[in-house]
């Protein structure tokens, strides 16, 4: 028997992100389990060590990022979310979101992350990679990737269909 007691969605705010969300929204529904909804802002601060001539304040910027991110999480996830689901949001900032991914699932014990994959082609998969493999890669626990637009699993109700045909 599969018990899922913890689901973790990993957004970046993209389609491939809704899609995800909802995905990881009825399995938390179906098991009873906890939603967990991710966001990992990209850490600008760690990435400008090292770069003079420029007067931008990084740290202001980061927080920003941080604040904008929350918000929008905040968005995404409902009343009905929290309260039947225990839908968590999380904001964490890091150089590699698919390693700080990674890392939350070992942390919080998360028995299947949900995660939107954007099915990039083969060269710009090689040129910039995909956070949704490395997650995959690398995981603790199963992990189910979403592509946008996703097969439709939900099928017509039957009078629907015979109304139509």
Known sequence: MITLKNILVAIDFGEASEAALAYGRELARQFGATLHVL????????????????????????QEMETSAAKQLEAMVSDEDRQTLRAKTIVLT??????????????????LIVVGTHGR??????????????????????????????????LPDALQVVEHA
């Open 39 to 62: 966001h990992v802002v990209h850490n600008f601060i760690a990435g400008a060590v090292g770069i003079e001539g420029y007067t931008t304040d990084y740290v202001a910027l980061q």
């Open 94 to 111: 890091a150089y590699s979101p698919a390693l700080r991914i990674v890392s939350y699932a070992k942390e919080a014990h998360i028995d």
């Open 121 to 154: 082609g083969a060269m710009a998969h090689l040129m910039l990679g995909s956070v949704a493999e490395r997650v995959v890669r690398t995981a603790p626990c199963p992990v189910l990737t979403v592509r946008h637009p996703e097969h439709e699993f939900v």
